[in-house]
C-alpha cells in the first residue's frame, strides 16, 4: 500500500535551517510529484510548492522563494524539504503528499517548531 | 496566483442534516478543483478530486460539483464522523501555486 512517512519532529533557533524528509513506498516514485503543505498552529492549510519525483523540476510558492529547496533521491525513494532561515512564524507541522489527481496520499506530519 | 474562498468559514449542523460547502476561484480552474477532511490532529484526506470524481472508499453521500470558478461540496446526510474542517484546492496544471481555500469547520449543532 502507498505509504509516506517522514522524519520526526524538530526544535530549532531562530535564523536557523530544517530539513524534512519523505519516504515514500508502495508505488513507482519517479511517477508522481510530491507536494508540500504546511500547517500553523490552529491555521489552515498552506501550499509551499511542488517537486517532480521524475526529473527535480520545482515550483516554489512566491512566500518562499530564496529560502526552501525541494529535492529527492530516487534511489532512495524520498523527497525532502529544506527550509532556511527559520523564523518563529514558520512553526507548523510540514506535510508531504504524493501528486496524483489532487494530493491523494500524505505523510503523517512533521512539527517543527522554531523558537527565539 | 489563484484566490480560492470558501464559505461558510463555520457551520453548525446536526447528524442527518444536508450540508453545502461554497468555494470560489478568483479566475476559472475549469474543474481541477479538489475537496479534503481534516480532523484534528491528523493529515488531509483526500474526498474528491476533478470537481465531482470521489476518491476510492470515500461514502457515496460526498458529492461535489461545478465548474470554472464556484464549486460545492455536498454532504446528502451528516454523519458523526463528518464532523470535520473541509478545504478546497484547485490543482490547475500551469497554474502553481495550488492554492487552498481558507478551510470550512462543520461542527455539532
Known amino acids: 500500500q502507498v505509504q509516506l512517512v517522514q522524519s520526526g519532529a524538530e526544535v530549532k533557533k531562530s535564523g536557523a535551517s530544517v530539513k524534512v524528509s519523505c519516504k515514500a513506498s508502495g508505488y513507482t516514485f519517479t511517477s508522481y510529484g510530491i507536494s508540500w503543505v504546511r500547517q500553523a498552529p490552529g491555521q489552515g492549510l498552506e501550499w509551499m510548492g511542488w517537486?517532480?519525483?521524475?526529473?527535480?523540476?520545482?515550483f516554489y510558492g512566491q512566500k518562499f522563494q530564496g529560502r526552501v529547496t525541494m529535492t529527492t533521491d530516487t534511489f532512495r525513494s524520498t523527497a525532502y524539504l529544506e527550509l532556511r532561515s527559520l523564523r518563529s512564524d514558520d512553526t507548523a507541522v510540514y506535510y508531504c503528499a504524493r501528486s496524483a489527481m489532487a494530493d491523494d496520499y500524505w505523510g503523517q506530519g512533521t512539527l517543527v517548531t522554531v523558537s527565539s | 496566483d489563484i484566490q480560492m474562498t470558501q464559505s461558510p468559514s463555520t457551520l453548525s449542523a446536526s447528524v442527518g442534516d444536508r450540508v453545502t460547502i461554497t468555494c470560489r476561484a478568483s479566475?476559472?480552474?475549469?474543474?481541477?478543483l479538489a475537496w479534503y477532511q481534516q480532523k484534528p490532529g491528523r493529515a488531509p484526506k483526500l474526498l474528491i478530486y476533478?470537481?465531482?470524481t470521489l476518491e476510492s472508499g470515500v461514502p457515496s453521500r460526498f458529492s461535489g460539483s461545478g465548474s470554472g470558478t464556484e464549486f460545492t461540496l455536498t454532504i446528502s446526510r451528516l454523519q458523526p464522523d463528518d464532523f470535520a474542517t473541509y478545504y478546497c484546492?484547485?490543482?490547475?496544471?500551469?497554474?502553481?501555486?495550488?492554492?487552498f481555500g481558507q478551510g470550512t469547520k462543520v461542527e455539532i449543532k
Open positions: 476533478k470537481t465531482s
Open positions: 484546492q484547485q490543482y490547475k496544471s500551469h497554474s502553481m501555486p495550488w492554492t
Open positions: 517537486i517532480s519525483a521524475n526529473n527535480g523540476n520545482t
Open positions: 479566475q476559472s480552474v475549469t474543474r481541477w
